[in-house]
């Protein structure tokens, strides 16, 4: 008889983080099928249909690890030029991100560094990163532009990030941010830049199907309210996707701006109130929040996570890697870094970078070990899963599996 299954994982523990049952949908000794790139059955090793030899042609015995589905980035800028490593080590003796912003070093910085550098630069040093990332459960990642603010170096921030999925076998939704700062040279003509975002640069990038979706930073040292949304209606006209840097120095109403405009995520939110909140929950827009960048900014206002539980807003986490406010590349170091700052339990911060992450992507194909979705997994070496959340700096992850194939992030091509 034909084996029914490409691979079958026994000796598992899986957290399938389906919720409504155990704490994360946990099921031990479990087992796990894929067929096609896709979970095919999964659930207690006892219950198999029939002799497990039988049913795959391949048969892995976790050892008794941990599986959880390959966790999803929804939150980054890991494709930029040069580092920033001289802006640390000025923060680090004091000085604020709103004065590095106003003092030209900042974002512009790293602009200036990303125009320089050509497209095989970028891609190298980004790979880099998105190894790091992979080899410790990543398997879906968001990849912005935003460091090039000229239509050239937005659209070439755009096509690395589209290699960076290709070359690296995951996946990879990018995410169009020429909207991050108004570049020097229309410093006295905003106006005229935000033009060039609506009338040039989305229009290119969705004729040309670079990005997946349109962000803005919406902020006192950004782009207005006003700016934003004029932003985001250009979006929408071209029919991309919405999100928005919300709210993260002030209550500029950014939240309330994303959820008007029905966009899949509002990121930051340390400063958002009651309203914002409220209009997130009825637009259905995720609170994506980002630990990394309260930590690297020795921030002191934590994101409203009572008011998010209690308006329901699902909320994800993301390592925001970038190189001026969050150089972090992991994802188990953002789920300690919520739980510790912020009282995120584990299992929300799981969910947070699973199921959750997955919405604010808008995938509906992963998130959660269940019977048809994409069976990306990734491995651990914990004794159960709030460990993840656990340790700090520790490698836990055992390995990933994208689309039902062990994938070794350091011998992909490239
Ligand atoms: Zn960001």
Redesign the pocket.
């Known amino acids: 008889m034909m084996p029914s299954y490409d691979t079958l994982w026994v000796n598992a523990r899986l957290a399938t983080m389906t919720p409504g049952g155990a704490p994360y949908g946990a099921i031990e000794d479990g087992a796990l099928a894929a067929r096609d790139g896709a979970i095919a059955w999964l659930g207690p090793r006892a219950e198999l249909p029939q002799a497990e030899q039988t049913l795959a042609a391949r048969i892995v015995d976790a050892g008794g690890r941990w599986i959880t589905p390959g966790l999803i980035d929804p ?1 980054t ?1 890991v494709v930029f030029g040069g580092d920033r490593i001289a802006d640390f080590t000025r923060r680090v003796a004091g000085e604020s991100y709103v004065d590095a912003a106003q003092g030209g070093s900042g974002i512009a910085f790293t602009v200036a560094q990303t125009r320089a550098a050509d497209e095989a630069t970028l891609f190298a040093a980004a790979a880099a990163r998105v190894r790091t990332m992979i080899a410790s459960g990543t398997t879906t990642l968001e990849v912005k532009s935003g460091y090039g603010l000229d239509v050239e170096t937005e659209l070439r921030l755009l096509r690395v990030g589209r290699r960076l999925g290709d070359v690296l076998g995951i996946t990879v939704r990018t995410t169009y941010l020429g909207a991050h700062t108004i570049p020097a040279e229309y410093a006295d003509r905003r106006s005229a830049y935000v033009d060039l975002v609506c009338t040039t640069m989305i229009p290119r990038v969705a004729r040309e199907r670079l990005a997946d979706a349109v962000d803005v930073f919406c902020e006192t040292i950004a782009f207005t309210p006003a700016e934003s949304a004029r932003i985001l209606a250009a979006a929408r006209v071209n029919e991309l996707a919405v999100k928005v ?1 919300a709210d993260q120095i002030a209550d500029s109403g950014g939240a309330a701006l994303a959820a008007a405009h029905a966009a899949l995520s509002a ?1 930051h939110l340390e400063h958002t109130g009651p309203g914002g909140v409220a209009a997130l929950a009825t637009a259905g827009t995720v609170a994506v929040l ?1 630990p990394g960048a309260y930590h690297y900014l020795r921030e002191t206002v934590a994101p409203p996570l009572d008011l998010l539980r209690a308006q329901r807003v699902p909320f994800a986490l993301a390592t ?1 890697c ?1 190189p001026g406010t969050s150089p972090v590349c992991t994802l188990p170091t953002a789920l300690n870094l919520a739980c510790v700052y912020w009282g995120v339990t584990p299992e929300e911060a799981l969910t947070g970078v699973t199921r959750n992450a997955a919405r604010a992507l808008g995938l509906g194909d992963r998130g959660e070990l269940r019977v048809g979705a994409r069976c990306d997994l990734a491995l651990w070496d914990v004794a159960q899963p709030a460990e993840l959340c656990y340790w700090l700096g520790a490698h836990r992850c055992a390995g990933v599996v994208v689309a039902g194939r062990e994938l070794d992030p350091y011998r992909s091509a490239g």
Do not use: A, R
Request: no cysteine; charged share 30%.
């Open positions: 939150h800028h840097h990121d980002l925001d970038n």
